[in-house]
């Protein structure tokens, strides 16, 4: 039998201005700058504070409890009847957002510039230098294209083959695509661009070595034996090549000066290069932690005074021209509550980052004030969380995306957020401090013997940490630290 029946639940749903907040809170330095100025850019409403201004500086918030109630920014359509204008022309509500800092008042902004020519521009300006005709050099230009950032070509050459047609129109056969990839592609520098495994990648720069006996024993090996290689199955090895240890380990030397990713060494993209732009800034002063956010490139913005001049310039004739000036109000308050929730937004994800680094901070004290990584505490997002009454998935936002300058160099946050560990003596530890013990007994270890998880368990606990062999194992993935068997060498 149906029955109905009433039932009441509550949900919590994010609006939209809550989700871009969020978003903001993630973003890095870099992209925290480029994001303003894409707003400045896009918003009229919103102009950069040019004169220094010290009396409309941000007032310091009660930072204790972070709300993300933002103005919302209506979808819905507005009746120009329920407008104040008054509100928009207090001078409260005249927002702005200056980068001060108390302790920087006279430090030069700066702006690192980057130029130059991306990977595939590099190759392609070598490419046309060869001989070609118009349909073989649109051919090769095609299967340039399929490089990736290491170097190389992992699509198979029929599905390349088959794009020729379909994009280009051109009929092309396997084995032209072939020839120029191995006749022209391949000859590019850095040697090794244009191969589709790792073996090839090898043999490749082998080819462009000068001829001698190590050299010429290290292409066999990769040529018939790169399986042994890669396994390190040296006795094998010299049982297959009918060669010495010593001459086995001279070619051995040989390949491992050759470079697995060519691709790496050359990139004129500036989103590839290796260079950190740190987030936050702790300095020891006097004895005590001083922690700073870095927004020196960022924009001083504000509303603009000139929309805000426009908007009052409408209120007068509002009564007389309601139908005719009806859209230009609708435009300008929207424009001027879009800026005004940006201004409102900057000032919170600044408040935010502020207090979660400050916390995390306080929680390390001891490692910041000595630079001792077995002085870093145990310690979880949920830690932080609780202590300053933000969310989780907030307080990872700030430690996935931010690095932190300290005396001791530049980290990424999350590095300091490690799983809890009990010790013989019944001390909690953190887990940074038991891969710090891995590392330095693998560093110490026979490398021609070397220690096996077994064993690296075994030498924890005499040392009195109790940690399991995989527990040893997952550590030393995490550390990109390979297996015994593939940190031997001869």
């Given at each position: 039998m149906l029955k109905q029946k009433f039932l009441q639940k509550g949900q919590q749903k994010l609006s939209p201005q809550q989700i871009k907040l969020m978003k903001l809170v993630q973003l890095s330095t870099l992209d925290f700058e480029q994001r303003v100025k894409q707003e400045l850019e896009e918003n009229p409403a919103l102009e950069e504070e040019i004169e220094e201004d010290t009396s409309s500086s941000i007032e310091e918030s009660d930072t204790s409890v972070i709300d993300f109630d933002l103005p919302e920014q209506e979808d819905k359509p507005i009746d120009i009847s329920e407008i104040n204008i008054d509100e928009y022309l207090s001078d409260d509500e005249i927002l702005d957002f200056k980068n001060n800092n108390p302790n920087n008042h006279n430090e030069e902004k700066y702006i690192p510039i980057v130029s130059g020519i991306s990977f595939?521009?590099?190759?392609?300006?070598?490419l046309h230098t060869f001989r070609l005709n118009q349909e073989d050099l649109l051919i090769a230009d095609f299967i340039l294209g399929n490089i990736d950032e290491d170097g190389y070509i992992r699509r198979k050459i029929p599905a390349i083959v088959d794009d020729i047609l379909l994009i280009l129109g051109i009929p092309v056969t396997a084995e032209k695509v072939e020839k120029l990839l191995v006749n022209y592609i391949q000859k590019l520098d850095p040697i090794g661009i244009g191969a589709r495994n790792l073996q090839e990648c090898i043999f490749i720069q082998l080819e462009n070595k000068k001829k001698s006996h190590d050299v010429n024993l290290a292409k066999r090996i990769i040529k018939k034996n790169f399986e042994f290689f890669t396994k390190k199955n040296y006795k094998k090895l010299q049982n297959k090549l009918?060669?010495?240890?010593?001459d086995l380990r001279k070619a051995i030397y040989q390949i491992e000066k050759l470079n697995p990713k060519p691709g790496k060494i050359y990139s004129g993209n500036p989103r590839n290069l290796d260079h950190l732009i740190?987030?936050?800034t702790i300095c020891i002063l006097d004895g005590k932690l001083e922690l700073s956010l870095n927004h020196r490139n960022t924009p001083e913005i504000k509303v603009?005074?000139?929309?805000?001049?426009?908007?009052?310039?409408?209120?007068s004739s509002k009564e007389r021209n309601m139908k005719k000036n009806e859209n230009t109000i609708l435009f300008?308050?929207?424009?001027i509550d879009s800026a005004k929730w940006f201004v409102d937004a900057i000032k919170q994800r600044q408040n935010t980052l502020m207090l979660t680094m400050n916390a995390i901070m306080d929680y390390q004290k001891e490692y910041f004030f000595t630079g001792d990584p077995?002085?870093?505490?145990?310690?979880?997002?949920?830690?932080?969380?609780?202590?300053?009454?933000?969310?989780?998935?907030?307080?990872?936002?700030?430690?996935?995306?931010?690095?932190?300058?300290?005396?001791?160099g530049t980290f990424l946050i999350k590095s300091f957020f490690s799983e809890k560990m009990i010790n013989e003596e019944g001390v909690e530890i953190s887990s940074i401090e038991i891969k710090k013990?891995?590392?330095?007994?693998?560093?110490?270890?026979?490398k021609?013997?070397?220690?096996?998880?077994e064993k690296l368990s075994k030498i924890l606990k005499k040392k009195g940490y109790l940690v399991a062999r995989r527990t040893v194992a997952k550590y030393r993935d995490q550390m990109q630290i390979p297996v015994a068997r593939m940190r031997k060498i001869l």
């Open positions: 595939q521009e590099y190759l392609k300006s070598q009918g060669a010495t240890k010593n740190p987030d936050f603009s005074s000139l929309y805000l001049d426009m908007l009052k310039s409408y209120k300008l308050k929207q424009k077995y002085k870093i505490k145990p310690m979880i997002l949920k830690n932080i969380s609780q202590k300053i009454g933000v969310g989780i998935s907030t307080v990872s936002r700030v430690a996935n995306s931010k690095y932190v300058n300290t005396p001791y013990l891995l590392g330095e007994s693998i560093a110490k270890e026979n021609k013997k070397p220690l096996t998880d």
